[in-house]
């Protein structure tokens, strides 16, 4: 089936640790994203990428960093994790960013900084 | 810039009961609009879009929602709530940077 595949499904993570989030899709979208879910906050756009070999940054892209080396995979990475990073993170692709036919999002990953 | 509010952060309705979702949305450029749901430990799954063709649009599930640009609204409605309507919605708007900016949210709970 067609999608977006996110891992870990769940993490506990120490302080301090670095810690990769993966996200793979196989719909050859040119667009991909990365929000971060947390309660009475709604989804916050941390990085995105219009293309392979370009990102851009979100509304909350502090203590994040993203690569696209491929159209089908954009890993989010947290160098030094805080307890604050405590979220759940979901990972989207679109089409063209151009286009208005909606993001596809994966099931999410929830990390927990303790 | 662009932004949303959704008005309610939890709507309980009895099952069979029309359901109504509100939002209201702020965009520098003619928005285009979406709606997600979001079932518990999964996903956002697309409900429905306006894309500046008809201003009523219908979804899945037997959704729809009117754009007003008088109100600068996008409400969702369902004329009869189904148990497994319980979810979160999310209203979301794209703005002028393609980028889609995304409300708060609003848990809907469908009692028996």
Redesign the interface.
Known sequence: IAGITQAPTSQILAAGRRMTLRCTQDMRHNAMYWYRQDLGLGLRLIHYSNTAGTTGKGEVPDGYSVSRANTDDFPLTLASAVPSQTSVYFCASSENPGLSLGYTFGSGTRLTVV | AQSVTQLG?HVSVSEGALVLLRCNYSSSVPP?L?W?VQYP??????LL?Y?SAATLVKGINGFEAEFKKSETSFHLTKPSAHMSDAAEY?CAV?GSN????????TLLTVNP
Do not use: A, E, V
């Open positions: 952060s285009y979406f997600y430990n999964q996903g956002l799954q697309l879009k894309t999310f794209r393609y980028k889609l900016t995304f409300g708060k949210g």
